[in-house]
């Protein structure tokens, strides 16, 4: 998990276009925190509103007004720098106040100058630090795109977990991972990959590692899913119980993110794949407001009430 990044990163991004023009000695000061500071009223000295550690970005008005009021010039750059900011970016390739330069080196205090727009710098690296400072996590599992559906496969190493996900490849479903999934939370979604290293290969006993990408194309993988679905595969044990009604829904807790999960019990002569597929379709249908379980207890009342409606009164003195 990455929890913070360096000003350093920012000029190896060339898309955010920023070169440094002071204060240099601090492109190791780092960002904890993925949101912008726009400075506001902290420019006529009102600090309340500053945060430290924030990219702190000055725009075109900004600039206009610190070039045309010399000694609001003084207080409002003094504010500025005194919040602590991890760098002051000027957006549009203006030239900062020279007393700005002075002052950033000062404190080692990095001055950059994009030459984006403000909105679309705002934009970029917004979207590029969301992404590195979300919270993350490592799991053991295979990865799936089942009917649009991100399917987390979990269970215990040689417990059938790839052989599943091979045969749901070949019914025409998309692999996102094998083995190692990394896992990061955007809002109040999680997303998961896999590594670099392992790509789209899998290790299928017997066979050993094939790629899947080659074996069955470019339509049968992704590179990242939203995950939607948790399934355990668990050994069967005849002394333990399983849902059979499905009334109650159960979640699974992945980076505090509440995910629905199954547990499928593995045991010889079951269609395991089959089953992952059914309850993919399952979810979607949930999504969609239809919860099958619950409609089928729901008739089941309804039918029951009905009867008990129709059936006829039955005299006390008769059963006597």
Known sequence: ??????????????????????????????????????????????????HPHRVLVLGGTEIEYLEGNEPARRVGIATLLASEPACVVVCRGLAPPHELLTAAGQRSVPVLVSQLATADFITEVTSWMSELLAPSTDVHGVLLD??????????????GKSEIALDLVVRGH????????????????????????????????????????????????????????????????DGEEYDRLGFDDRV?????????????????????????????????LKLQGTHSARAFRDQLHEAMEAQSEAAPDVPMDAVE
């Open 146 to 159: 089942v009917l649009g559906i991100g399917v987390l496969l979990l269970g215990k190493s040689g417990i």
């Open 252 to 284: 699974d807790r992945i980076l505090d993110v509440a995910v629905p999960a199954v547990q499928l019990p593995v045991r010889p002569g079951r269609n395991l794949a089959t089953l992952v597929e059914v309850a993919a379709r399952n979810q979607l």
């Open 1 to 50: 998990m990455s929890s913070a990044i360096t000003v350093g990163e920012l000029l190896e991004r060339h898309e955010l276009e920023v070169t440094a023009v002071a204060g240099h000695t601090g492109l190791s000061r780092i960002v904890t925190v993925p949101r912008i500071q726009k400075p506001g009223l902290a420019l006529t000295g009102w600090p309340e509103q500053l």
């Open 174 to 237: 998309r692999l996102v991972a094998d083995d190692v999934i990394k896992i990061r939370r955007q809002g109040s979604h999680v997303i998961g990959r896999g590594t670099a290293i392992i790509g789209h290969h899998m290790e299928i006993r017997g066979l050993g590692i094939i790629n899947v990408k080659d074996l069955f194309g470019i339509s049968a993988v992704r590179d990242t899913k939203k995950i939607e679905l948790v399934v355990e595969l668990r050994e069967w044990s």
